[in-house]
């Protein structure tokens, strides 16, 4: 099982950072709360600021766990281990991603999720209610 760090990342609006995956990789056209694999012996928090500067050039602040979800994807399981984080600071530029977007937590519902993340979004819906 892999396990991979997600950043659900809010700005100073209450606004959530999305991106898309770029065709190519795997996932490719789903939106996904941005992060990465996990490399050894680096937990959560490392992962996340170092994954977050490197996908998409930006600095945040890890602020604490929000959940963890198992996915099957056939070919891969992960653990994905989400937190959440404030932005910093940054100007965005994507690699892994062809797009990206600021949205307020009720607009969730209107992108299509990878899998593995679908449950973080439900918990963030309910919780916008």
């Not at 992962?47 to 996908?55: G, Q, S």
């Not at 940054?90 to 593995?116: K, N, R």
Request: glycine share 8%.
């Amino acid at each position: 099982m892999i396990e991979v760090a997600a950043a659900i990342i809010h700005n100073k609006e209450g606004q959530i950072l999305i991106a898309r995956r770029r065709q190519g990789k795997s996932q490719a056209g789903l939106w996904e709360f941005p992060g990465g694999k996990l490399e050894a012996g680096e937990d959560v928090p490392q992962c996340l600021r170092r994954e977050l500067m490197e996908e998409l050039n930006i600095t945040i602040r890890p602020t604490g766990a929000y959940g963890v979800n198992e996915h099957n994807y056939g070919s891969v399981q992960i653990m994905l281990i989400a937190w959440k984080a404030e932005f910093l600071e940054g100007e965005i530029s994507l690699s892994d991603h062809d797009e990206y977007s600021w949205v307020l937590p009720a607009e969730l519902e209107s992108f299509v999720f990878a899998p593995a993340d679908v449950p973080f979004v439900e918990r963030l819906l309910k919780e916008s209610c």
